[in-house]
């Protein structure tokens, strides 16, 4: 940050905006680093959940490709398009399953599309890494959503 200005380091150590529902603000970018920056974000509870998805998706999904669009981390599998994307909302982090109409079990909560299905995960819920992992290996497999 040396050869910056006053005004373009403070801007660079600024938190980013939350949005409604609590939903980190952060500018769209391919790769890990911004979707470090949106889990680093996430407030309250939500940031270590998000680090442990992360954690848990890149295990699953070694290979996985990772950005930010419309203030969503995003996850896909490369010439295939992404598979799954995270959002916060104020009481709980919604998990996007693109193809999750085609997941064995079928996520829980509908969706207007009928090919995604979203799984929510609230404070103190418990996480089921074992059925996370499974939908995440079998979302994984299939064509994703390219935007």
Same mark, same amino acid.
């Given at each position: 940050?040396s +050869?910056?200005?006053s005004?373009?380091?403070? *801007? =660079?150590?600024?938190?980013?905006?939350? /949005?409604? %529902?609590?939903?980190? @603000?952060?500018?769209?970018?391919?790769?890990?680093?911004?979707?470090?920056?949106?889990?680093?974000?996430?407030?309250?509870?939500?940031?270590?959940?998000?680090?442990?998805?992360?954690?848990?998706? +890149?295990?699953?999904?070694?290979?996985?490709? *990772? =950005?930010?669009k419309?203030?969503?981390? /995003?996850? %896909?599998?490369?010439? @295939?398009?992404?598979?799954?994307?995270?959002?916060?909302?104020?009481?709980?982090?919604?998990?996007?399953?693109?193809?999750?109409?085609?997941?064995?079990?079928?996520?829980?909560?509908?969706?207007?599309?009928?090919?995604?299905?979203?799984?929510?995960?609230?404070?103190?819920?418990?996480?089921?890494?074992?059925?996370?992992?499974?939908?995440?290996?079998?979302?994984?497999?299939?064509?994703?959503?390219?935007?």
């Amino acid at each position: 940050m040396s +050869g910056m200005t006053s005004k373009a380091r403070a *801007k =660079a150590t600024e938190k980013p905006v939350l /949005l409604s %529902g609590g939903n980190p @603000q952060i500018a769209k970018g391919d790769g890990d680093a911004p979707v470090q920056a949106y889990i680093a974000a996430m407030p309250g509870w939500k940031s270590d959940v998000g680090q442990q998805l992360d954690t848990l998706i +890149g295990r699953a999904v070694p290979n996985v490709q *990772k =950005a930010v669009k419309w203030n969503s981390p /995003l996850y %896909g599998v490369e010439g @295939q398009g992404f598979f799954l994307g995270l959002h916060c909302f104020a009481k709980y982090i919604k998990l996007a399953f693109f193809r999750g109409a085609a997941l064995d079990p079928v996520p829980p909560v509908a969706s207007k599309d009928a090919n995604t299905r979203y799984f929510h995960i609230h404070e103190d819920d418990p996480i089921d890494e074992a059925q996370l992992t499974a939908w995440i290996r079998q979302a994984a497999r299939l064509p994703g959503w390219t935007p």
